[in-house]
């Protein structure tokens, strides 16, 4: 997770721009349950990380989580949480953690029998776990995939936030022939599966709809909280020129879903309280 830089307000202009094909497609019935896995909590967190121009003494518990999806005889992974021992002495105070393998056991899921990872970002609690998943194939941005692999890493790059260890396990899986580059925005990954760009939390951070009669947006950092979406206030991006297109994204995923109650925060607790939970799994939809 980044933290917040002071952003540039957005113009009605830019925000047009950015939203140019927001309006949701036709929907196909949906094949896939979605369901959210916590594998911790990081306690005490600051808000002003996660929505700009909150009280910067205002803290809170968040949650740790990635999302599993089954369909179509497949078992899909949207991230994949962090395991690496150096981000529980990096400053965060990281409760109730189970390696998100072990996790995943709790929704009834071996993790030999995950077929595809998305990978929203690069950020070690999000892609942090890819090794745990090792016969999956990984559908990342390409832009995101070339820089973090490369620019990110020389003078001028940035790359906070950015294992090295899961660099070298994402290019090892692409050396397998495991590894899937996804082609910019409004792309479908997966059938019934698309993948939407311009939130810039990274360099090319992606988020999913899941189509169907009930369309479903799993937007992981792009979209920290439900409170983003009420307040239509961006998270911490990768830039701060980036802000408008991280608020025009947060209008977009809205128009995805067909409605704010189908966009899915990547960090908020309450989504453990809005769906029905059972031990660390939430039912967020059934077909």
């Known amino acids: 997770m980044n933290r917040p830089t002071n952003g540039l307000r957005w113009t009605g202009a830019l925000a047009a721009l950015l939203l140019l ?13 979605i369901e959210a896995i ?9 808000v002003s990380g996660l929505v700009m121009g909150a009280p910067r003494d205002e803290r809170m518990d968040i949650a740790m989580a990635f999302w599993l999806l089954r ?6 992974l949207f991230d994949t949480g962090f395991h690496r021992a150096r ?12 390696r998100p393998d072990s996790a995943l056991l709790q929704a009834g899921v ?15 609690d999000h892609m942090g776990g890819i090794d ?16 973090y692999t490369g620019p990110a890493w020389r ?9 090295e260890e899961d660099v070298v396990a994402l290019v090892r899986r692409n050396l397998a022939g495991k590894v899937d580059l996804v082609e910019g925005d409004d ?31 799993l937007a992981s950092d792009n979209c920290y909280l439900f409170r983003n979406l009420e307040t239509h206030t961006a998270g911490a991006t990768f830039l701060p020129e980036d802000r408008a297109g991280n608020e025009a994204a947060l209008e977009r995923m809205a128009r995805l879903a067909g409605s704010p109650a189908r966009v899915v925060p990547g960090h908020d607790p309450l989504q453990f309280l809005r769906f029905p939970t059972r031990g660390r799994v939430a039912l967020i939809h059934q077909p």
């Open 21 to 33: 094909g927001a309006s949701p497609r036709q929907a196909s019935p949906g094949p896939y349950s």
């Open 38 to 46: 916590r594998y911790g909590t990081i306690r005490d967190f600051r």
């Open 71 to 76: 369909g179509n005889d497949r078992v899909i």
């Open 87 to 98: 981000w529980f002495d990096a400053g965060f105070d990281v409760a109730d953690f189970l």
């Open 110 to 124: 071996d993790p030999s029998e995950v077929t595809d990872v998305i990978v929203s970002h690069a950020h070690w």
């Open 132 to 147: 745990l998943f090792p016969g999956a194939t990984v559908h990342i941005q390409r832009d995101e995939y070339a820089y």
């Open 155 to 163: 003078d001028g790059g940035r790359h906070g936030g950015i294992d």
């Open 187 to 217: 792309a479908e990954v997966i059938p019934g599966i698309r993948a939407y760009t311009g939130a810039r939390h990274t360099y090319a951070s992606q988020y999913i709809l899941v189509e169907g009669d009930e369309p479903f947006v």
